[in-house]
């Protein structure tokens, strides 16, 4: 295989993809799809026209995820914007899809990718964020799954836990990214919720419904993000709150603790606090505890720094941080935020700026960029 050729050959192909009306994000992720198909093929089938070939693939690549975004849409759709209260509608197939690519021929990682790609409309780039691992490496991935489930009978749904996954991670994405899945997510949760009796999907559900509470003041009217604290929490949709807190309660009443219930437990505890400083920190140190006990996940333990510098004041929650990887995602805004916390406003001015360098959206990057802005104006 010459990977040089494949190099060299990128920004051509994907030149043509735009001239032939791809947007350029979306002909970014189909041709790194050929390239990927690319090296698992041309060892043993060489083209004679490596470019064509190359071209041929990512286009028709490009094709497929239109038409899957276009389905996608045409979903979304048919759900209101803001998802009501009450029992489940009657089930659709987008979660029979989701069952069924969660295949058991499939490690529960690769699963999450293909359904994440295949029915839930999100880019490699936006899957790959969500996992923590470079764009390359989840293209990979998301190719091999491919290739295992095909030519296989879809008659075998695989397992609850990887369908939680898959829901959870696509209502992120249309919480905090760029498109906006929030609602289907809860939609599909809800009607998994009603035909499977199991504490760890009510608490999936009760933590969508906790976050997605807030959705109407994470905003200010020229599209900033508001922080937790600075938030008006009178906006905030109480009938959710309620909803959520009522689902969380009855899982954890079964006494059968998982990831879910444990974080729906932390947003529980926000929503229940009149004003950001009568939150009660102590409590959610205490449940990220029991979630780190649970994931053993780095971004849980970067949250965890947060709520310890919240309760034990900002150096605890520096020495916290220290022991994390600093390439963590937002492992720089958490140490600015600390940083300022404890009056280093240089140090926190400079890394807020290094943080939204490093943001993953554009919202993000704004907000930090402000932040950094307003303390260089202090100093």
């Not at 050729?5 to 799809?33: H, K």
């Not at 009568?278 to 994931?295: F, G, M, N, R, S």
């Not at 009056?343 to 943080?355: C, H, K, V």
Request: charge should be negative.
């Amino acid at each position: 295989m010459n990977e040089v050729l494949l190099r060299n050959l990128t920004p051509s192909v994907l030149a043509i993809l735009v001239r032939r009306g791809a947007d350029f994000a979306a002909a970014e992720d189909a041709v790194q799809d050929a390239l990927v198909e690319a090296v698992r093929v041309w060892p043993a089938d060489p083209p004679r026209d490596p470019k064509g070939w190359l071209v041929t693939v990512a286009w028709r690549r490009f094709l497929d995820t239109v038409r899957a975004d276009a389905a996608r849409r045409r979903r979304e759709d048919l759900v209101n914007e803001e998802p009501a209260p009450g029992p489940a509608p009657a089930a659709d197939n987008t979660l029979r899809l989701y069952f069924l690519c969660a295949h058991p021929s499939l490690t529960p990682s690769s699963a999450v990718a293909l359904t994440l790609r295949a029915v839930g409309g999100l880019t490699t780039r936006q899957i790959a964020r969500a996992y923590l691992v470079p764009e390359a490496t989840m293209a990979q991935r998301i190719s091999r799954a491919k290739r295992t489930v095909s030519g296989l009978r879809f008659d075998q749904p695989g397992d609850v836990a990887t369908v939680l996954r898959v829901l959870y991670l696509v209502f992120n994405e249309g919480y905090s990214g760029d498109v906006d899945l929030a609602a289907e997510a809860i939609r599909l949760t809800r009607q998994l919720a009603a035909v499977i009796d199991h504490p760890e999907v009510a608490g999936l559900l009760a933590l969508m419904l906790l976050h997605h509470a807030r959705r109407a003041a994470r905003t200010a009217p020229d599209g900033s993000l508001v922080p937790l604290a600075e938030q008006d929490r009178g906006r905030w949709d109480t009938a959710s709150i309620a909803e959520g807190v009522a689902i969380l309660q009855a899982a954890l009443a079964r006494d059968r603790l998982g990831e879910f219930q444990a974080q729906a437990a932390i947003a529980a505890l926000h929503a229940d606090a009149p004003t950001a400083e009568e939150t009660d920190w102590v409590q959610i140190v205490e449940w990220y505890d029991e979630l780190a006990h649970l994931t053993d996940s780095p971004i849980v333990r970067l949250n965890r720094a947060v709520a310890v510098g919240e309760a034990d004041g900002p150096r605890a929650g520096l020495a916290a941080l220290a022991a994390l990887d600093a390439s963590l995602p937002r492992h720089t805004a958490v140490a600015a935020y600390l940083h300022e916390r404890d009056g280093d406003l240089a140090t926190a001015a400079r890394l807020y700026a290094e943080a939204a360098q490093k943001a993953p959206n554009l919202a993000e990057r704004d907000h930090l960029t402000r932040q950094a802005a307003r303390l260089n104006a202090r100093r």
